[in-house]
Each structure stands twice: as structure tokens, then as C-alpha cells.
């Protein structure tokens, strides 16, 4: 019997305890009033009392009324206590961008929860759902998580009748004479979803007309291995975290590192994909930086990975003219500039190209090859020079990133004439001013710290 085939998967899951009340969401539609009909049918064999809260959308006027009315009368023909809350979706979908379905989602759980305190909340899924989910959540790209389609329990919330059919579902109320609801967009393929329901699964049912039991039997077991998996990522937590980061999770199989850095994720309230998570775990595994969101980054030293919040300072915009002798523009650097005569090198091939490289303690450009007034300042945004031998413009800040150890970041000298930017610190002086055998006059540059 149907309701058997509910009471052990509601054991299975372990969804209730005797003397737990169960408020089941009633929209009116045959799924919801099935529900509620198995939970009062099951009251005394399960030990336990049922209630139903039904949330009006506001977005079908005089139809969702119909519905609200639909479930209080159906709830007092059977005496089960009801509430009906009502809310305005289209308003709460302009305020926060979202889909009148995204929004009307958030809201009904948000009322759900507020309805169910101290209780467990019952939702109308079933197994026809179930298949639209892991379709739908093929379609978009997903994880063993996603092909496991809707959780038979989250938190307080429980799902009785996932492993139930539609046409079960319909053959029974039909049975018992019980009439029901229609959501006039249920039947239309404007959500994606419907169209799914509409023309995805006649095709598939026509190629297995099993379709459906055979997706609860694979749903069952893949739900299996993924609570297998989600054991062993309890126990790498457990293991590893220290507050909001992950010690030591390199050590562990990849399925279950990128598992616990979702979950950490998740816990902050940040989104993920799949190719988010490859990246944070290389970066788990080889050290690095990844933005998460706005100021939080996940940050690793090959060993721990860390979450964390990193309030970007306001860099102070630092410049001064370019003075042969000593220029001052950090509080304890200074940069050393001096004019030479090229016939000070006895070999011209010294400063032609090669010469000039970021690792000497000393550069040198062609001093006659600056245009205009010369400026020392910090880095800016937006920095770029073209070294030589590119032939091209770089970024200033992907090479500091490549080459400048962090702590020297913070405080790098750049000198830039009448058309752009000649010399950075660390990084190179610029192809146009590069000295060469027929170059008379070379700036030296040295730095030290500031003693003055």
C-alpha cells in the first residue's frame, strides 16, 4: 500500500519522531493535498500531530484566492488546524532582481520557516520532481550533489513523498474522491522547469516507460555514495578546520577537498561552481590567492587555506619631480639618481640591451632619450611599459604579481616622462629609454634606505 511505501522512507531517512508536529505547506494543488491527506491517514501510526500553513502569492488574483479558500475548507472538513499567510512576490522580485518564480521560492520557505518553529515543515515534492530537478540540474552542469536531485531532508525540512509518482499521487486522490486545485501556470511552458515536465520526460518515458521507478532505484543509489562522501568529508573537517581555515586538506582525495571548501563556502554565504572550486583547490594545493567576493579572498600558503576579509587601503598618490642626487617620496627609501658619461664604460657592449635587468642593484637609461619633465612616483593604477624585446605594452600589475615578493609591493619607485612610464622598480627600465653603444649620457639609479 502507498502510505506503507511513505512510512519506511519516512524511516529511512529518519524524518520523524513520535510526538513531532508536521506542518505540511498546502498550495490546494493535487501533490500538496495528497500530503496532507498521508500525514493525517499516518497521525496515530506515526505518533504525531499535523498542521498546514498555505502562503497566497498574490500573483493570479481572483485564482489564488480560490486556492487560499480551497485549502481552509479542505482543512476544516478534516479538522487540522490552518494559516494562511499572503505576500507580495512581484513587489519582492523588483526590489532584489529576481524572477517572480526565484521570488516567490524565497518567500514561501521564508514563511515556512517562520511557521514551523520547533516543528518539522512537510513539502509536496515527488519522485516526478525529483527527475525534473536532476534533468534540469544536468542541463545547467552539476555534481554527483545535483544528479541526487532534491534532499529528502534539510535542516527541519522533510520531503515524505519524494520516492511517490504523480500518477500514484493522482490515482489515489481520484480513488478517494478528493478534488484538488490547478495552477493555471502549471500548465503553460513559460518556467523552465515546465518545459521540462512538458517535453523532456514524454520523450524519455517513451524510450522507458519505467521512467520514473527506474529514477527513484539510480536516485537511491547515487544519494547512497554521495552520504558516503559526505561522511568522509565530515571527518576532513573535522580534521582540518581551525575557525575559517583548512589546515592539512591537501592531503585528502580531491572529491573531498573541493566538498570542504564548498561547505566553507557555503557556511559564508558565498556561491561556488565547479570551476570555482578547481581553481580554490589549486590554490589549496600550490598556494596563491583567489577573490571569493568583494574584499574576501581565500588565501594559501601550500598548506593551509584561509578565509579571509582584505579591506583594500586607498594608496596615496605620491609624486615628485625627478632630481639628479637623492628623491624622497616613502619615509624610509630613498632613490639615488647620478648622470655618467657613457665613456666611463670602457666596454660599450656593457650597456647596450642585457645590462639593464631587474636583478642588478643598479639600472641605468639613456638620459637624453627622456621627453620632457621627468616625474618619481608610486605605482598607479593602470600601469603598463613596454620592456624590451616584447614588442608589446605589459601590465605593471601582473608583473609585479609574477616577480615583487608581497612585502616590497607596497613601496616601489616608478620614474615617467612626457609619454609614459620609463622605469619600475623591480621590473625594468623601458625599451624607448634602454641605453645603447651610441647612448653619451646614462641615469644611474641605486637605492637605499632614507637616513635624512
Not at 44 to 49: Q, T
Not at 72 to 84: P, S, W
Not at 88 to 112: H, M, P, T, W
Not at 263 to 271: A, I, M
Request: hydrophobic letters at 35%; aromatic letters at 6%; charged letters at 30%.
Amino acid at each position: 500500500m502507498i502510505f506503507d511505501r511513505i512510512s519506511e522512507f519516512i524511516s529511512e531517512y529518519n524524518m520523524l519522531v513520535r510526538g513531532e508536529t508536521v506542518v505540511c505547506g498546502l498550495s490546494g494543488g493535487a501533490d500538496s493535498v495528497f500530503l496532507l491527506l498521508a500525514m493525517c491517514e499516518m497521525r496515530e501510526r506515526l505518533g504525531i500531530s499535523v498542521r498546514a500553513v498555505h502562503v497566497n502569492h498574490c500573483l493570479r488574483g481572483s485564482e489564488s484566492d480560490r486556492d487560499e479558500n480551497f485549502c481552509r475548507q479542505l482543512c476544516e472538513k478534516i479538522g487540522v488546524d490552518f494559516k494562511a499567510v499572503r505576500c507580495d512576490v512581484k513587489k519582492f522580485a523588483l526590489e532584489n532582481s529576481l524572477s517572480d518564480e526565484q521570488a516567490g521560492r524565497i518567500l514561501r520557505y521564508r514563511i515556512f520557516s517562520e511557521n514551523s518553529v520547533g516543528c518539522k515543515i512537510a513539502t509536496a515534492h515527488n519522485a516526478d520532481d525529483n527527475l525534473e530537478t536532476v534533468i534540469l540540474n544536468l542541463t545547467r552542469g552539476t555534481a554527483l550533489k545535483g544528479i541526487c536531485g532534491i534532499p529528502p531532508v534539510r535542516g527541519n525540512i522533510i520531503r515524505p513523498i519524494l520516492a511517490v509518482t504523480r500518477a500514484e499521487i493522482e490515482d489515489y486522490l481520484k480513488s478517494a474522491g478528493q478534488n484538488f486545485v490547478t495552477d493555471s501556470t502549471n500548465l503553460s511552458d513559460d518556467y523552465t522547469r515546465n518545459k521540462i515536465r512538458h517535453r523532456v520526460i514524454p520523450i524519455l518515458r517513451e524510450i522507458n516507460p519505467s521512467l520514473n521507478e527506474t529514477a527513484v532505484r539510480s536516485i537511491r543509489n547515487l544519494r547512497a555514495e554521495n552520504d558516503f562522501i559526505e561522511m568522509w568529508t565530515d571527518k576532513a573537517m573535522k580534521s582540518c578546520r581551525k575557525g575559517d581555515s583548512l589546515c592539512g586538506l591537501k592531503y585528502y582525495d580531491e572529491v573531498i577537498r573541493h566538498r570542504c571548501i564548498a561547505r566553507l563556502l557555503s557556511e559564508k554565504g558565498f556561491p561556488y561552481s565547479s570551476e570555482r572550486l578547481q581553481t580554490a583547490d589549486k590554490i589549496l594545493t600550490e598556494g596563491g590567492k583567489l577573490n571569493i567576493s568583494g574584499n574576501f579572498h581565500l588565501i594559501s600558503d601550500g598548506e593551509t587555506v584561509s578565509l579571509k576579509e582584505i579591506v583594500q587601503q586607498s594608496r596615496e598618490m605620491l609624486s615628485k619631480e625627478l632630481v639628479i642626487g637623492e628623491n624622497v617620496i616613502f619615509h624610509d627609501r630613498v632613490m639615488n639618481c647620478e648622470i655618467l658619461s657613457s665613456k666611463d664604460f670602457h666596454n660599450s657592449q656593457e650597456i647596450s640591451g642585457e645590462y639593464v635587468h631587474k636583478k642588478l642593484t643598479f639600472y641605468l637609461l639613456d638620459y637624453d632619450k627622456i621627453v620632457g619633465r621627468a616625474i618619481v612616483r608610486n605605482r598607479r593604477f593602470g600601469d603598463r611599459i613596454k620592456l624590451p624585446h616584447r614588442g608589446f605594452d605589459s601590465s605593471v600589475k601582473k608583473l609585479i604579481n609574477e616577480t615583487v615578493p608581497k612585502d616590497m609591493r607596497a613601496e616601489l619607485h616608478f620614474i615617467e616622462d612626457g609619454e609614459g612610464t620609463i622605469f619600475a622598480e623591480c621590473i625594468g627600465v623601458a625599451e624607448r629609454v634602454l641605453p645603447v653603444a651610441e647612448t653619451e649620457r646614462l641615469l644611474k639609479i641605486t637605492f637605499g634606505d632614507w637616513r635624512g
